[in-house]
């Protein structure tokens, strides 16, 4: 079984300019996360989809941030423009919605610099 | 709201020495407790989980008991390897409600031979 994947796994662009980070869950997963880790301090919650269906967008930390899932599949996340504080590694992870406690399943991430 | 608090690291030591890496935590109710591990240039892979008091949870060597009293859910490896080099990050989650995983700051492992 593939396992979560993301793409690119590094990104360097200037400020003002427009980033999409992909990612793919596992095959048959309906729930789907964004974290970020920014300046190595914790890993912080984004939002949560379920199939298709923004469940939880909380973390978004602004309207720069704009998250999908087309056709309950993979997802993007397009960050428009950039700004230097947006730098730092973008999780995603999925989980099966009948599987308690919710184990979630991490792709290797996508490394983020903003210069 | 929820919070986890881990040790500040890094934590260095001597190959085959033993392991305990602090977490505890704030969450209203009874929370599902994780430990992941990201290893250098890979993502975060899933290392143990507790459900419910006094579980626990075991992998690799590794263990940890959920522990409602203290709130704590402290990670031990009674030898570690220098394969066990990673970053280590405690994290939490609700069966009910909001099923974000709320982490802690992470703690570097540093094992040398």
């Known amino acids: 079984e593939a396992g979560v994947t993301q793409f690119p796994s590094h990104s360097v662009i200037e400020k003002g300019q427009t980033v999409t980070l992909r990612c793919d869950p596992i095959s048959g997963h309906d729930n789907l996360y964004w ?26 930390p602004n309207n720069r941030f704009l998250a999908e ?12 423009p950039a700004e230097l504080e947006d730098s730092g590694v973008y999780f995603c992870a999925s989980s ?20 | ?14 190959e085959e020495a ?18 992941y591990v990201q290893y250098p240039g890979e993502g975060l892979q899933l290392l143990l989980k507790a459900t419910k008091a006094d579980d626990k949870g075991s992998n690799k060597g590794f263990e940890a008991t959920y522990r409602k009293e203290t709130t704590s859910f402290h990670l031990e490896k ?25 982490f802690g700051s992470g703690t570097r492992l540093q094992v040398q031979p």
């Open chain 2, 1 to 14: 709201g929820d919070s986890v608090t881990q040790m500040e690291g890094p934590v260095t030591l001597s």
């Open chain 2, 18 to 35: 033993f392991l305990t890496i602090n977490c505890t935590y704030t969450a209203t109710g009874y929370p599902s407790l994780f430990w």
């Open chain 2, 78 to 102: 009674g030898s570690v390897q220098v394969s066990d080099s990673a970053v280590y990050f405690c994290a939490l989650n609700r069966l009910q409600g909001r099923r974000a995983l709320t």
């Open chain 1, 35 to 60: 974290y970020r880790r920014v300046m190595g301090k914790e890993i912080k919650f984004l939002l949560h989809f379920v199939k298709e269906s923004k469940q939880d967008e909380s973390g978004m």
């Open chain 1, 69 to 80: 899932r087309t056709g309950g599949t993979y997802s993007t996340l397009k960050v428009q």
């Open chain 1, 96 to 115: 099966q919605d009948d599987r308690g406690p919710y184990e979630q399943y991490f792709g290797p991430g996508t490394r983020l610099t903003v210069t």
